[in-house]
């Protein structure tokens, strides 16, 4: 007789406005692949003031872990039991990890950005990178560079903000041993030209303004350096297709969505999935 099991095992995201996050899409083909037919990843628009219901909620179905997105990043942090350092070094937390009732805190934005670099051959031990933005992202993939021995860090960002990129090189300075250098942001900017790595790490170019550029002077970006883009919608942004045009060689923020994916789902299910099938199916959802 085959086996009766019929127990679900629940992951998810937290977030709000959280309706257009396409995890569900990568995730539910992931979890299909591994034949894992009772996992299931459950998008949950939680209120603000509803996260600390949520968690317990989270607990009593004993669900293995979810994502928090906007506006929980940061806010979930006083209701884990452990943190990992480069998370706490973030300020943010985007996955956790329910071990039994024990909530384990864990920042994957910047690792999924770290795996993308290293599917694509790139060791950061030592380079010089520039890095767009001084956001959330641009922090996660900062303090991963930082952490992993990237010899310079150059973060380059518009002046308005200014209080966020001081506490980002605070925090570097602190805690790596990287060289850090700020500029503000206010014409386009020229990529030094011993430049190893060069990140977007800003929210421009995401859908639905697809033909945003950053404002950088695109000539000054060389086929020695790497380019890595964040932004996830669209799978090739204006700065990718130019990149490809010019023959330098680059990684897409889809790429880097669906890193970060399979690392959550290592971390919830103790197995590695199957990347081409999470990106094809990122693919179809946003096509
Ligand atoms: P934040 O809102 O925290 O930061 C946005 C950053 O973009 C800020 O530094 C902001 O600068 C900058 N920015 C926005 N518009 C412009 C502009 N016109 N010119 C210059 N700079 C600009 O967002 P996040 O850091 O959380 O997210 C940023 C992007 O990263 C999003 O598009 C998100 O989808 C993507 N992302 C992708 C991930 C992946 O796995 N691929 C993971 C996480 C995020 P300012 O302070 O001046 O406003």
Request: with cysteine; proline share 5%.
């Amino acid at each position: 007789m085959k086996e009766q099991n019929y127990l679900d095992h629940l992951v998810g995201v937290f977030g709000q406005p959280v309706s257009e996050n396409p995890g569900v899409v990568i995730q539910d083909a992931a979890f299909a692949a591994m034949g894992l037919e009772r996992w299931h990843f459950l998008t949950l628009d939680v209120d603000r003031d509803k996260l600390e219901d949520a968690l317990r909620g989270l607990k009593a179905f004993k669900m293995r872990g979810v994502n928090c997105t906007i506006p929980h990043k940061i806010a979930v942090m006083q209701y884990l039991d452990e943190i990992s350092e480069s998370a706490r070094l973030i300020g943010a937390v985007n996955t956790i990890v329910n071990e039994n009732g024990r909530l384990f805190g864990e920042n994957t934005d910047g690792k999924g950005f770290m795996m993308s670099l290293a599917e694509n051959g790139v060791d950061v031990r030592g380079k010089k990178a520039v890095v767009f933005g001084a956001g959330g992202a641009a922090r996660a993939i900062c303090v991963e560079m930082g952490l992993a021995g990237v010899g310079a860090l150059h973060i380059v960002n518009r002046p308005q903000d200014r209080a966020l990129g001081d506490a980002l090189v605070d925090i570097l300075r602190r805690n790596t041993a990287a060289q850090v250098a700020y500029t503000d942001w206010t014409e386009p900017f020229r990529v030094p030209a011993d430049a190893d790595i060069v990140v977007n790490a800003t929210s421009v170019g995401l859908y639905p303004d697809v033909s945003a550029l950053p404002n950088v002077d695109l000539d000054s970006i060389l086929p020695t350096m790497f380019v890595q883009d964040v932004i996830p919608n669209p799978t090739e942004t204006a700065l990718i297709r130019e990149m490809r045009r010019r023959g330098v060689p680059c990684a897409t923020g889809a790429g880097m969505l669906v890193e970060q994916a399979a690392l959550n789902i290592e971390m919830w299910t103790g197995r590695k999935p199957d990347k081409a099938v999470m990106y094809h199916a990122l693919e179809e959802a946003l096509s």
